[in-house]
Structures are given as structure tokens and as C-alpha cells.
């Protein structure tokens, strides 16, 4: 079977997975009873009172049979309405707002995870035993024996408490209000692009500046996984037969480490970079909420102090739907790689 | 022998791991002469995979360590002033085949053949001897395989030297197609005339784009093309060529010598008979049968005509019937392309059909070393003896099967003196235990390491020599 | 074991934290007198409940009675020192509880599905594609914003996110399992499913998720460090590592106008511990995966 087709079935299969996923999470908030979910969209407790609770329920169908609200519940998501939050505000609307920072920081995390991971994996495996490969061990093991939070932490007393550099935030004071002025468009809510496509580089290098310590933070666990999924895949792959018979082909050591070696050792490499990729989303609650950037997951944060039921659902259904994406990419991924999958 | 294609000489091989010092080889000498096939015999574990692989340093260095050794490998090179076509340089032939080292004299440089110099002291180089030591007096043009630098190692594999191994399918990358793989051996190794064919080609294509209406623009990206690839021919191994086989448009270049390679790939699966071979091209290696395989993995180490090809248990994993198919090809290959086979294998019927000299390999050294016909007929050595004698015969009647008694000894504490001697009937305390016996010579090309014949050995009688094979019957 | 000195290193620390954990009250006493007339507010009945003294915001920096100093004033004044030496004990709990638990959940389910196959093993495949659908993160925040913050909602969170994943192994190594001759033998001779699964493949299955389990305490605990930061677990003054480090959060970002580099103690001595912890079981894990697994070794 070719490419093309594989990719269809995987989607299709997608659809039922997603399903479920819908069906998990409306199966938890049915474990509370009316009662206790109106409650949730009370802020004030005083107003914990029967009438109040009785017009709540009415307002948001709480009484209904499972099937009728799971239906209101899913129709409404369908059209991009992810109901509201403990303060009445579009949760949707909230997502989409934030949305652009959180995907700043996790595409530039992305990108030094994965390429930093296998070219450090790669170093390490043809470095065998040597100082390079403890080295890349010790760091990898306490790469992913840290606190994501400890870590942040202490880079931004080190280098905002101790030097004054570097701070919390997605830019600094100044240039926050420089980009909120008429003088700036924002195209993309990506400030690195956007510095760029308005032509005021300050803003890109301001925006990068203080992307330097989260995306550090945020990557350095991730890092050492992939690098060691590279360091065993890579020293597996260069023990392999067809790496010899290349050798006595006279293929230059580089060119047999680069296409040999290598694109076989990427294969378990792909699978866990896109768990990984998407594992990233966790990570992001805390490194938002350790500098304060406010993106989609310092909401999260926000919202599950404040018992936001609804937003916080609303957050993981976005989260769920992005992990499911993401497995089928790394299918693919998986698919193109090794043309052994393809057969089925 | 008198002008062999390969010479190794003294091999000495060890690995180093964490159970202690693994002395694989010591001091193994073969010679190949050319165009035969030498069948390399023994058990698993003797060190015969370990040898050849040495010579093309394919060992893991880090636990492995070619301790001493020489291996000379006869290789003419094209001369370098006419580029192969005949000039004055090389007499005509194209080659250039003197040795670098005493110019074709075949005496040795330092001492000018004396061995010795004019105050007495007796050359170093040449051990007094005065033959040339990087010829072995020759006087052509050889290489020590074991101390190239990699950039010359690299040219040697799979062009001087080629090697095939035991199972094919995993001899081959499982996510690139046949066609790149085979093609490989082309690129690396042909690249000049690969260049001068896509020049031509290109040139042929310029000339037809003139005529057409569209001619305009190809003609622009064909000359550009052009250029890149008179470039490539002087300098094979330019970075800013290669890096820009990664810029996205520009890098079409490269299409034109792809289809070089895959004029040459065709060819050479169709010499090892392939059916069908532009389906094969374009299959995974896991689509073909392991006979198929094995064919292709042949068609890639004769892609670089060798002098010298290796060929490492090719059929062991294979059915007989497959198994026959392959050596009935493998000859009929050698007779075409002129190589020396080196046949690794413990099956001794494969040998008996295919070798023309044999040479037996114990524990990390070679116990003896014949034509094919005298290793049968005359076994000398006590272990060879035990070997053939242990072939079952179907017209005697024998109430057990002939066996030699004992284990392969450990390699990291073999036996002092002759490694065999431990399991043999005819070892004697004195030497055998003690002193490591060398290759005898005892006429008719054969070579013995047996301390029975050296020639003033006294311990033994005639009878004991006698080439009789050792079979227990009852 | 002894080539490697990195699992030697891991052992050392576990059982340094063992130790701990068993002489937290020698370690760290309740003081012998709580009141507000002392300035010390604790409660003598629960062990676990940090002492505070004294509700002014600035903490104390570590001096011979705070070896650790306290955090700040909000609920109170924390003795740092205290609240570590028995989080040790609340970091062995979590981490053996939880992952205890989901390995009993995948282990067994994870049998069932893999020799039983077929329809149970397809439902139980996808539910568990589902499970794995969802970060442990998200879900545990999920599952705490319904049901309220604890410890134990946050316990429930995680193991619920986790078992997902050993069914995976269990499964994979059952059906290999499966095929072998012994199966096909106590099938002949009359064994029932049940008799097979728990007599013949659990023993053979067990040992390498045991043992790559345990590296999992350190994820776990990880985990729940992380969401008692954001606030999401315990109470505030639980002798929980996590939690420790969440009250002091908003100092360091400087909101109040707190000197990060000067109260540096309020969380760099808790994350400490914790990154101590997590190293001590993933060593230790690291060992064991090389021993299991003899082509990445040497």
C-alpha cells in the first residue's frame, strides 16, 4: 500500500478515537450531579442559594437526559463555541487569544528538542564511552530528573534577580506598549514574526530575548529524552550489518553515519519526538506560569485554581484533539520513513 | 608463489574487552595468486571472518587492535599522466604498476640489494635479506592494506577489494531502495567516468534543445548543469558541490549522473541475472527473495572490478539448491572479471566444488595451506587430517562417526606453543607445547604448520607423517 | 552493577532518602509546645501540618533554629527544614501508592487483554489509545477542578493517566508469552485461563516492568510536585516539596517587590530535594535498564 493511502485509513481511524475522547470527558463532568456543577458557575458564595442555583441549572440545561446535553455540548463545540467560564467569558475566544504565544514558545522549544536531541544523540553514539557520551549521560539523566518549575526558577533568579537580564514575560514594558500602538500590526501574534514583518527588528530581538530562558526551560527535559532515544537507537544502528557492507563499499564514513546510519536510527526517534512534541502542552502550564506569559497554558493554570470546571475542560479538549493530531503525524512520519510499514 | 595478488604476512590480531585480552590472530600469512579462488576453512571462532575483515580494517577498533601484520595487495593504479589512455610514462598500457618503493628493480632501496651496508651493519629494512620489503621483490606497484590512511582505505574498499557477507538481506539498508544502493558503489568509486558519460550526455541534450521551440531555457539550466558537473570532474570531492544538493531548484543537478548510475546498475544486475531488473532498482530490499538478495549484494562488490573479492560464508544461509545457483555464478563471474575470490567457509563440500587452493585455519592461526586436490588426497597437518577425516563416507561401515577430541581452546589463554596441540595424537612435550611451529614448506605448493615437518625434526618417524586419514572405526 | 558507578550513586541517594524518611521524627520534632502564646502554630496531633512561626510576610533566611529558613508569611512562616524531612515520607507515599497502583490496574488488564485477545483485548486497546490521548498534567487538573483540590484527587489524577501505559508493555510481552510451548502444554492438560495467566506468564512477564517501574516513583513524584506548585494539591502548610515551593512563587517573580536572589532558600533547598529524589530512583532505573538490555552496553 502507498503513502497516500495509509495516510486516509489513519485518518479515518482518527474519528472514532476522537470520539471517545469527547465521550471520556463528558463522562467525567457527568459524575457531578446538577447540583454541584451549577455551583461551579457561582462566584459569589453567598449566592449559593436555591433560586439562583434553579436559574442556573435552567440556563445551562444541567437537568437535561445525558444525551440531550451531550448532544448541546457537542453541536456547540462543533460550531467553535466552547461555552463559558466562571466569569462569563468566551472560553473560545480566551483560547484563541492566547493561542499565538503558546505557540511561539512551543515551536521554538520544538525545534531545539528535536535537533538539538539527535544531533547530541548522534555525537554521543559515535562517541561511545568516551568523554562526550558521559558527558551527554550525566547531563541527560538530571536533564530529566529536574522539576520543570526548580529549573525556571532558578534560571530567573540567576539571571533577572542576579544580572538583570532576561526577564519574565513575553516582552518587555516598553515594547509591549510599542505593539499595542497603531504604529504596529499584528499579523500573526507571533512577536518573533511580526518584529520581522512590520520591519522593527527591536521587537523580534526583544521577543527573543525573552524567549531564551523558557524555551531552555521548557525543552532541557524533553531534550535529554530524545537524546537518549538517539544515543541507543544511533549505537544500534552503526552495529548493523548493512553499516559494515556500506563501509566495504567504500561509502565515506560521513556519508554512511549521515544516510545509512542515521535514517534508520530516526525511526524510533520520529515516534517519540511527536509524544514528546505533544507532551509539550504540559510542560507549558507550569513554564507560563513560572514567566508569567500569558498564554493557553497559564490559563489552564489559572482556571484549575479557580475550580473553572468548563474552562479547564474546555482546555483539555483542545489539548486531547492536538495529541490525536499529532499521533497521526507521527504515523505518517513513522510511514514515510520506513517503507516496511506501508505494507500494512 | 611467485606474484601474488595478496600477501598477508605475520597478522597479529587482539581485542581488548572486559573478560581479558582476546588474541584472535597470531600471525596468520596467506598469499592469493591472482584469478584463483582460495577457499579459507575452519570452525567458527578460528579467526576467519576476524582476518579478512582486518585487512580492510572493518574490525571494531576500540576493543580490537591489529597489533602487527603486513598485507600487500598488488594494485596497478591508471597512470596518472595520461588518465589510463597509454602515454610515455606508462609504456602504453595505461597503468602504472612499479613499485614506488625501488622503482622496479624489486632490490631493496636502503642497501641498494647488498643487505648489508659498506661498514658491515646489516640493513635494517630489508632483515639482510635485500629484497625490496614494499614489493616483496616484485617490483610492481603494491599497498600495505593495514597501514593506508582512511582516505586511501576508503578508495581500496570495494574497488581493489571487495567483500560480501554471510546474510544478504541484512547486508542491505531496509529503508533505500536497490537502485541507490547499488549505485552507490558506482558514485564512490567511478565518479571521473560517470562525469565524462553525463557530459556527454548533457552535451547530446543541449544539441536537441537547440532544434526545439522551448529550447530557450533548457538550454540556460542544461549549460549551468554542464558546468557543475566539469567542476565535479576536477574536484570529486568539493563541499560547495555537495551542499548544493541541498539548495532546493538548483539541486536538480544532480539527476542527470543518477541516471548514470542507474545505466550502470542495470548492467550489473543483469550480469548476475536478475530478472526484471528495473523493477528490482526501484524495490526495498525486504521485497526480494534471499537468493535475489544475494545476487544484488554481488552485483554491488563487482560493481568496482576488484582484484580481490572476499566472500564471507556467502551461502550458508541459503538452500542448496539456491546455494549452487550462486557459486555456479560467483565462477562464472571470476572467469569474466579476471578477480581473486577469497571463499570463507566450514563446509567442506562447497570447497571441494569451488576452490582452487585451500587453506585450513585453527584457533587463530593457519594450519596448513594446499591445491584443493592435496588437501583431500593429503591431508598433513593433524587437525586437517581429524576435518577430513570426520566427512562422513556412506560406503563404510563404520560403527561411529570419526570425531577430534577436545574443544576450540579460549583465545584470551590459548595453548602456549602450537594451539593445537592440546587435542594432537602426535604432539610431543618438547616443542609442540612450547614453540609455535611455522608454515613448512613441503613441496607441490603445500605448506604445513606442523612441527612434523619441519625438516630436522627428529621426534617423529616417517610413518607418522604419512598423510593417512585419521578415521576411528570399529 | 559495579562498572557502573552513576547506579551506585542512585542507590546511595535512595537510601540516604529512605533513612530520612524513616528518622523523620527524630530529624525534625514537633516542637514540644504550639500555641499562639509560643509564636508557633502547629498541631501536635498531625505530624504532617508544618509548624509556622509568626505570620510577618519577609521569611527567615536559615540560621541554626530554621537550618533552612521559612517561607513567607502567607499562611505563616514555614520552617523549610521540617517541612522536608517530612515530605520525604509524603514522596515515598505518593510515588509507591500511585504507581503501585497503576501497575496493579495494568498488570491486569494488560494479562486479560493480551492473552485473551480479541474483542476484550480491542475494546481494552482503545480505551487506553484514549487514556493516552491525555498528558497527566491536563487530566489531573481536569479531575482537581471538578472534585477539589487534595492530595488524594491529585493521587487519583495521576494513576488514572498512568496504567495506560503498562497495559501497553504487559500486553506486548504477554503475546509473546503466549506463543510459547509451556502455554500450549498446561492448555493441553486441562489448566483454565485463569490458572494459566497467573501461574505460567505473570511470573515471566512481571520482572522488567517491575523493575522499569520504579523509575517511574521519580516521574510520579515529578508530577505531583509539579501540581502542588501550581496550587493544586495540598494545603498550604502539608509538608509537601511541591507545595513548599508554590508558596514562595509569587515572591520570586517579584510581584510584592520581594528580592529574588535574597530569599533564594524559599525554594532552591525543596526543588533541591526533589531533583535529588527523581535522580536517585532514575539512576538506579538507568542500571537496571542497562542490565536488561545487553546491546547498549560496553
Same mark, same amino acid.
Given at each position: 500500500?502507498?503513502?497516500?493511502?495509509?495516510?486516509?485509513?489513519?485518518?479515518?481511524?482518527?474519528?472514532?478515537?476522537?470520539?471517545?475522547?469527547?465521550?471520556?470527558?463528558?463522562?467525567?463532568?457527568?459524575?457531578?450531579?446538577?447540583?454541584?456543577?451549577?455551583?461551579?458557575?457561582?462566584?459569589?458564595?453567598?449566592?449559593?442559594?436555591?433560586?439562583?442555583?434553579?436559574?442556573?441549572?435552567?440556563?445551562?440545561?444541567?437537568?437535561?437526559?445525558?444525551?440531550?446535553?451531550?448532544?448541546?455540548?457537542?453541536?456547540?463545540?462543533?460550531?467553535?463555541?466552547?461555552?463559558?467560564?466562571?466569569?462569563?467569558?468566551?472560553?473560545?475566544?480566551?483560547?484563541?487569544?492566547?493561542?499565538?504565544?503558546?505557540?511561539?514558545?512551543?515551536?521554538?522549544?520544538?525545534?531545539?528538542?528535536?535537533?538539538?536531541?539527535?544531533?547530541?544523540?548522534?555525537?554521543?553514539?559515535?562517541?561511545?564511552?568516551?568523554?562526550?557520551?558521559?558527558?551527554?549521560?550525566?547531563?541527560?539523566?538530571?536533564?530529566?530528573?529536574?522539576?520543570?518549575?526548580?529549573?525556571?526558577?532558578?534560571?530567573?533568579?540567576?539571571?533577572?534577580?542576579?544580572?538583570?537580564?532576561?526577564?519574565?514575560?513575553?516582552?518587555?514594558?516598553?515594547?509591549?506598549?510599542?505593539?499595542?500602538?497603531?504604529?504596529?500590526?499584528?499579523?500573526?501574534?507571533?512577536?518573533?514574526?511580526?518584529?520581522?514583518?512590520?520591519?522593527?527588528?527591536? /521587537?523580534?530581538?526583544? *521577543?527573543?530575548?525573552?524567549?531564551?530562558? =523558557? $524555551?531552555? %526551560?521548557? !525543552?532541557?527535559?524533553?531534550? #535529554?529524552?530524545?537524546?537518549?532515544?538517539?544515543?541507543?537507537?544511533?549505537?544500534?544502528?552503526?552495529?548493523?550489518?548493512?553499516?559494515?557492507?556500506?563501509?566495504?563499499?567504500?561509502?565515506?564514513?560521513?556519508?554512511? /553515519?549521515?544516510?545509512? *546510519?542515521?535514517?534508520?536510527?530516526?525511526? =524510533? $526517534?520520529? %515516534?517519540? !519526538?511527536?509524544?514528546?512534541? #505533544?507532551?509539550?502542552?504540559?510542560?507549558?502550564?507550569?513554564?507560563?506560569?513560572?514567566?508569567?506569559?500569558?498564554?493557553?497554558?497559564?490559563?489552564?493554570?489559572?482556571?484549575?485554581?479557580?475550580?473553572?470546571?468548563?474552562?479547564?475542560?474546555?482546555?483539555?479538549?483542545?489539548?486531547?484533539?492536538?495529541?490525536?493530531?499529532?499521533?497521526?503525524?507521527?504515523?505518517?512520519?513513522?510511514?514515510?520513513?520506513?517503507?516496511?510499514?506501508?505494507?500494512? | 608463489?611467485?606474484?601474488?595478488?595478496?600477501?598477508?604476512?605475520?597478522?597479529?590480531?587482539?581485542?581488548?574487552?572486559?573478560?581479558?585480552?582476546?588474541?584472535?590472530?597470531?600471525?596468520?600469512?596467506?598469499?592469493?595468486?591472482?584469478?584463483?579462488?582460495?577457499?579459507?576453512?575452519?570452525?567458527?571462532?578460528?579467526?576467519?571472518?576476524?582476518?579478512?575483515?582486518?585487512?580492510?580494517?572493518?574490525?571494531?577498533?576500540?576493543?580490537?587492535?591489529?597489533?602487527?601484520?603486513?598485507?600487500?595487495?598488488?594494485?596497478?593504479?591508471?597512470?596518472?599522466?595520461?588518465?589510463?589512455?597509454?602515454?610515455?610514462?606508462?609504456?602504453?598500457?595505461?597503468?602504472?604498476?612499479?613499485?614506488?618503493?625501488?622503482?622496479?628493480?624489486?632490490?631493496?632501496?636502503?642497501?641498494?640489494?647488498?643487505?648489508?651496508?659498506?661498514?658491515?651493519?646489516?640493513?635494517?629494512?630489508?632483515?639482510?635479506?635485500?629484497?625490496?620489503?614494499?614489493?616483496?621483490?616484485?617490483?610492481?606497484?603494491?599497498?600495505?592494506?593495514?597501514?593506508?590512511?582512511?582516505?586511501?582505505?576508503?578508495?581500496?574498499?570495494?574497488?581493489?577489494?571487495?567483500?560480501?557477507?554471510?546474510?544478504?538481506?541484512?547486508?542491505?539498508?531496509?529503508?533505500?531502495?536497490?537502485?541507490?544502493?547499488?549505485?552507490?558503489?558506482?558514485?564512490?568509486?567511478?565518479?571521473?567516468?560517470?562525469?565524462?558519460?553525463?557530459?556527454?550526455?548533457?552535451?547530446?541534450?543541449?544539441?536537441?534543445?537547440?532544434?526545439?521551440?522551448?529550447?530557450?531555457?533548457?538550454?540556460?539550466?542544461?549549460?549551468?548543469?554542464?558546468?557543475?558537473?566539469?567542476?565535479?570532474?576536477?574536484?570529486?570531492?568539493?563541499?560547495?558541490?555537495?551542499?548544493?544538493?541541498?539548495?532546493?531548484?538548483?539541486?536538480?543537478?544532480?539527476?542527470?549522473?543518477?541516471?548514470?548510475?542507474?545505466?550502470?546498475?542495470?548492467?550489473?544486475?543483469?550480469?548476475?541475472?536478475?530478472?526484471?531488473?528495473?523493477?528490482?532498482?526501484?524495490?526495498?530490499?525486504?521485497?526480494?527473495?534471499?537468493?535475489?538478495?544475494?545476487?544484488?549484494?554481488?552485483?554491488?562488490?563487482?560493481?568496482?572490478?576488484?582484484?580481490?573479492?572476499?566472500?564471507?560464508?556467502?551461502?550458508?544461509?541459503?538452500?542448496?539448491?539456491?546455494?549452487?545457483?550462486?557459486?555456479?555464478?560467483?565462477?562464472?563471474?571470476?572467469?569474466?572479471?579476471?578477480?581473486?575470490?577469497?571463499?570463507?567457509?566450514?563446509?567442506?563440500?562447497?570447497?571441494?566444488?569451488?576452490?582452487?587452493?585451500?587453506?585450513?585455519?585453527?584457533?587463530?592461526?593457519?594450519?596448513?595451506?594446499?591445491?584443493?586436490?592435496?588437501?583431500?588426497?593429503?591431508?598433513?597437518?593433524?587437525?586437517?587430517?581429524?576435518?577430513?577425516?570426520?566427512?562422513?563416507?556412506?560406503?563404510?561401515?563404520?560403527?561411529?562417526?570419526?570425531?577430534?577430541?577436545?574443544?576450540?581452546?579460549?583465545?584470551?589463554?590459548?595453548?602456549?606453543?602450537?594451539?593445537?596441540?592440546?587435542?594432537?595424537?602426535?604432539?610431543?612435550?618438547?616443542?609442540?607445547?612450547?614453540?609455535?611451529?611455522?608454515?613448512?614448506?613441503?613441496?607441490?605448493?603445500?605448506?604445513?604448520?606442523?612441527?612434523?615437518?619441519?625438516?630436522?625434526?627428529?621426534?617423529?618417524?616417517?610413518?607418522?607423517?604419512?598423510?593417512?586419514?585419521?578415521?576411528?572405526?570399529? | 552493577?559495579?562498572?557502573?558507578?552513576?547506579?551506585?550513586?542512585?542507590?546511595?541517594?535512595?537510601?540516604?532518602?529512605?533513612?530520612?524518611?524513616?528518622?523523620?521524627?527524630?530529624?525534625?520534632?514537633?516542637?514540644?509546645?504550639?500555641?499562639?502564646?509560643?509564636?508557633?502554630?502547629?498541631?501536635?496531633?498531625?505530624?504532617?501540618?508544618?509548624?509556622?512561626?509568626?505570620?510577618?510576610?519577609?521569611?527567615?533566611?536559615?540560621?541554626?533554629?530554621?537550618?533552612?529558613?521559612?517561607?513567607?508569611?502567607?499562611?505563616?512562616?514555614?520552617?523549610?527544614?521540617?517541612?522536608?524531612?517530612?515530605?520525604?515520607?509524603?514522596?515515598?507515599?505518593?510515588?509507591?501508592?500511585?504507581?503501585?497502583?497503576?501497575?496493579?490496574?495494568?498488570?491486569?488488564?494488560?494479562?486479560?487483554?493480551?492473552?485473551?485477545?480479541?474483542?476484550?483485548?480491542?475494546?481494552?486497546?482503545?480505551?487506553?489509545?484514549?487514556?493516552?490521548?491525555?498528558?497527566?498534567?491536563?487530566?489531573?487538573?481536569?479531575?482537581?477542578?471538578?472534585?477539589?483540590?487534595?492530595?488524594?484527587?491529585?493521587?487519583?489524577?495521576?494513576?488514572?493517566?498512568?496504567?495506560?501505559?503498562?497495559?501497553?508493555?504487559?500486553?506486548?510481552?504477554?503475546?509473546?508469552?503466549?506463543?510459547?510451548?509451556?502455554?500450549?502444554?498446561?492448555?493441553?492438560?486441562?489448566?483454565?485461563?485463569?490458572?494459566?495467566?497467573?501461574?505460567?506468564?505473570?511470573?515471566?512477564?512481571?520482572?522488567?516492568?517491575?523493575?522499569?517501574?520504579?523509575?517511574?516513583?521519580?516521574?510520579?513524584?515529578?508530577?505531583?510536585?509539579?501540581?502542588?506548585?501550581?496550587?493544586?494539591?495540598?494545603?498550604?502548610?502539608?509538608?509537601?516539596?511541591?507545595?513548599?515551593?508554590?508558596?514562595?512563587?509569587?515572591?520570586?517573580?517579584?510581584?510584592?517587590?520581594?528580592?529574588?536572589?535574597?530569599?533564594?532558600?524559599?525554594?532552591?533547598?525543596?526543588?533541591?530535594?526533589?531533583?535529588?529524589?527523581?535522580?536517585?530512583?532514575?539512576?538506579?532505573?538507568?542500571?537496571?535498564?542497562?542490565?536488561?538490555?545487553?546491546?547498549?552496553?560496553?
Amino acid at each position: 500500500m502507498n503513502l497516500h493511502v495509509y495516510v486516509i485509513r489513519r485518518i479515518l481511524l482518527l474519528v472514532p478515537v476522537i470520539l471517545g475522547v469527547t465521550l471520556l470527558i463528558f463522562g467525567v463532568l457527568q459524575l457531578l450531579s446538577p447540583l454541584q456543577r451549577a455551583a461551579a458557575f457561582v462566584q459569589n458564595p453567598q449566592d449559593l442559594r436555591p433560586e439562583n442555583i434553579e436559574r442556573t441549572i435552567e440556563k445551562y440545561h444541567l437537568n437535561d437526559p445525558p444525551w440531550v446535553q451531550y448532544q448541546t455540548w457537542m453541536s456547540g463545540i462543533l460550531s467553535g463555541n466552547l461555552g463559558v467560564d466562571r466569569f462569563e467569558h468566551s472560553i473560545a475566544a480566551a483560547l484563541i487569544s492566547r493561542a499565538p504565544t503558546t505557540i511561539e514558545l512551543a515551536v521554538y522549544s520544538s525545534i531545539v528538542i528535536v535537533l538539538g536531541g539527535i544531533w547530541q544523540g548522534t555525537v554521543a553514539a559515535r562517541r561511545k564511552d568516551r568523554l562526550p557520551d558521559h558527558a551527554t549521560r550525566v547531563l541527560a539523566i538530571s536533564g530529566w530528573s529536574l522539576p520543570t518549575f526548580w529549573l525556571g526558577l532558578l534560571l530567573l533568579t540567576f539571571f533577572y534577580g542576579g544580572l538583570g537580564i532576561l526577564g519574565p514575560g513575553t516582552v518587555s514594558i516598553e515594547v509591549g506598549e510599542y505593539t499595542r500602538s497603531s504604529a504596529f500590526t499584528r499579523y500573526t501574534g507571533l512577536y518573533t514574526i511580526d518584529g520581522i514583518l512590520n520591519g522593527d527588528l527591536f /521587537v523580534t530581538w526583544d *521577543a527573543l530575548e525573552h524567549l531564551v530562558l =523558557p $524555551v531552555f %526551560t521548557l !525543552s532541557f527535559v524533553s531534550w #535529554a529524552i530524545i537524546t537518549r532515544i538517539m544515543r541507543s537507537s544511533m549505537i544500534e544502528a552503526l552495529g548493523r550489518d548493512y553499516v559494515k557492507f556500506a563501509r566495504a563499499k567504500g561509502v565515506p564514513e560521513r556519508v554512511v /553515519v549521515r544516510r545509512h *546510519a542515521r535514517r534508520n536510527a530516526l525511526i =524510533p $526517534v520520529a %515516534t517519540v !519526538s511527536g509524544f514528546v512534541v #505533544a507532551g509539550l502542552l504540559n510542560g507549558v502550564v507550569i513554564t507560563e506560569t513560572v514567566f508569567a506569559r500569558p498564554g493557553i497554558g497559564d490559563y489552564a493554570a489559572v482556571a484549575a485554581l479557580n475550580l473553572d470546571i468548563a474552562a479547564t475542560l474546555g482546555f483539555t479538549l483542545v489539548n486531547a484533539f492536538l495529541l490525536v493530531i499529532t499521533n497521526l503525524v507521527v504515523d505518517v512520519l513513522y510511514a514515510y520513513i520506513d517503507p516496511r510499514i506501508r505494507l500494512g | 608463489m611467485a606474484d601474488p595478488v595478496l600477501r598477508v604476512s605475520g597478522l597479529k590480531v587482539n581485542f581488548y574487552t572486559y573478560d581479558g585480552v582476546v588474541k584472535a590472530l597470531d600471525g596468520v600469512s596467506l598469499d592469493v595468486a591472482p584469478h584463483e579462488t582460495l577457499g579459507l576453512v575452519g570452525e567458527t571462532g578460528c579467526g576467519k571472518s576476524v582476518t579478512v575483515n582486518s585487512l580492510v580494517k572493518l574490525i571494531p577498533i576500540p576493543p580490537g587492535r591489529i597489533e602487527s601484520g603486513r598485507a600487500l595487495l598488488h594494485w596497478p593504479v591508471p597512470c596518472p599522466h595520461c588518465r589510463g589512455k597509454g602515454c610515455g610514462t606508462c609504456g602504453g598500457s595505461g597503468k602504472l604498476d612499479t613499485c614506488e618503493a625501488c622503482n622496479g628493480r624489486g632490490t631493496c632501496s636502503a642497501c641498494r640489494g647488498h643487505g648489508r651496508f659498506r661498514d658491515g651493519k646489516s640493513c635494517a629494512r630489508c632483515a639482510g635479506v635485500g629484497k625490496c620489503y614494499a614489493c616483496d621483490a616484485t617490483g610492481k606497484r603494491h599497498v600495505d592494506l593495514l597501514a593506508l590512511s582512511p582516505r586511501e582505505l576508503r578508495e581500496v574498499r570495494g574497488s581493489a577489494m571487495s567483500m560480501i557477507f554471510q546474510e544478504a538481506m541484512s547486508a542491505l539498508n531496509p529503508v533505500l531502495k536497490i537502485g541507490e544502493q547499488v549505485g552507490e558503489s558506482f558514485y564512490y568509486h567511478q565518479r571521473e567516468a560517470l562525469c565524462r558519460a553525463t557530459i556527454a550526455r548533457l552535451e547530446k541534450e543541449i544539441e536537441r534543445a537547440r532544434g526545439a521551440a522551448t529550447g530557450a531555457v533548457r538550454i540556460v539550466s542544461l549549460r549551468l548543469y554542464l558546468t557543475l558537473y566539469r567542476w565535479m570532474l576536477n574536484k570529486t570531492e568539493s563541499r560547495l558541490l555537495q551542499f548544493l544538493r541541498k539548495v532546493p531548484v538548483v539541486r536538480r543537478y544532480h539527476r542527470w549522473i543518477e541516471k548514470e548510475m542507474e545505466q550502470r546498475s542495470l548492467e550489473a544486475l543483469r550480469k548476475v541475472r536478475i530478472p526484471a531488473p528495473e523493477e528490482v532498482l526501484k524495490a526495498y530490499p525486504h521485497e526480494l527473495s534471499g537468493g535475489m538478495t544475494q545476487r544484488v549484494v554481488i552485483a554491488i562488490a563487482l560493481a568496482g572490478n576488484p582484484k580481490v573479492l572476499v566472500a564471507d560464508e556467502p551461502t550458508t544461509a541459503l538452500d542448496v539448491t539456491i546455494q549452487s545457483q550462486i557459486l555456479r555464478l560467483m565462477q562464472d563471474l571470476k572467469a569474466e572479471l579476471g578477480a581473486a575470490i577469497i571463499f570463507i567457509t566450514h563446509d567442506l563440500a562447497v570447497i571441494a566444488q569451488i576452490a582452487d587452493r585451500v587453506a585450513v585455519m585453527y584457533a587463530g592461526t593457519i594450519a596448513e595451506t594446499a591445491p584443493v586436490r592435496e588437501i583431500f588426497k593429503r591431508p598433513l597437518h593433524p587437525y586437517t587430517r581429524g576435518l577430513i577425516g570426520a566427512i562422513p563416507r556412506p560406503h563404510q561401515d563404520l560403527v561411529r562417526l570419526s570425531e577430534i577430541p577436545g574443544n576450540v581452546p579460549n583465545l584470551v589463554n590459548p595453548p602456549g606453543g602450537c594451539r593445537f596441540h592440546p587435542r594432537c595424537k602426535f604432539a610431543k612435550a618438547e616443542v609442540c607445547a612450547s614453540e609455535k611451529p611455522l608454515l613448512f614448506d613441503v613441496g607441490n605448493g603445500h605448506l604445513v604448520a606442523c612441527h612434523m615437518y619441519d625438516q630436522n625434526a627428529p621426534l617423529w618417524t616417517d610413518e607418522d607423517r604419512q598423510p593417512r586419514v585419521e578415521v576411528v572405526a570399529r | 552493577m559495579k562498572q557502573n558507578p552513576l547506579s551506585v550513586v542512585g542507590l546511595a541517594i535512595i537510601l540516604m532518602f529512605i533513612g530520612i524518611a524513616i528518622a523523620a521524627p527524630v530529624l525534625a520534632p514537633l516542637p514540644a509546645v504550639c500555641g499562639p502564646d509560643v509564636g508557633i502554630v502547629c498541631d501536635p496531633n498531625d505530624p504532617y501540618i508544618i509548624p509556622g512561626y509568626g505570620y510577618q510576610r519577609d521569611p527567615l533566611p536559615p540560621s541554626p533554629e530554621h537550618p533552612f529558613g521559612t517561607t513567607p508569611g502567607e499562611p505563616a512562616r514555614l520552617d523549610i527544614y521540617y517541612g522536608i524531612i517530612w515530605g520525604t515520607r509524603n514522596a515515598f507515599r505518593v510515588g509507591i501508592v500511585v504507581v503501585g497502583s497503576a501497575l496493579l490496574i495494568g498488570i491486569a488488564l494488560g494479562l486479560l487483554a493480551g492473552f485473551r485477545g480479541g474483542f476484550l483485548d480491542e475494546v481494552i486497546m482503545r480505551i487506553v489509545d484514549i487514556m493516552l490521548a491525555f498528558p497527566a498534567l491536563i487530566l489531573a487538573i481536569a479531575f482537581v477542578a471538578a472534585f477539589g483540590a487534595s492530595l488524594q484527587n491529585l493521587m487519583i489524577a495521576v494513576a488514572a493517566v498512568w496504567w495506560p501505559s503498562y497495559v501497553r508493555l504487559v500486553r506486548g510481552d504477554v503475546l509473546a508469552a503466549r506463543e510459547q510451548g509451556y502455554v500450549e502444554a498446561a492448555r493441553a492438560i486441562g489448566a483454565s485461563d485463569f490458572r494459566i495467566m497467573g501461574r505460567h506468564i505473570l511470573p515471566n512477564v512481571i520482572y522488567p516492568i517491575i523493575i522499569l517501574s520504579s523509575m517511574d516513583i521519580g516521574a510520579v513524584v515529578l508530577v505531583i510536585a509539579a501540581l502542588s506548585f501550581l496550587g493544586l494539591g495540598v494545603a498550604p502548610n502539608y509538608a509537601d516539596w511541591g507545595g513548599l515551593v508554590n508558596l514562595t512563587r509569587n515572591y520570586i517573580v517579584g510581584q510584592v517587590g520581594g528580592d529574588s536572589l535574597a530569599y533564594w532558600y524559599t525554594y532552591v533547598y525543596p526543588g533541591l530535594f526533589i531533583f535529588l529524589f527523581v535522580l536517585g530512583w532514575n539512576l538506579l532505573g538507568d542500571a537496571f535498564r542497562d542490565i536488561l538490555d545487553p546491546k547498549v552496553r560496553r
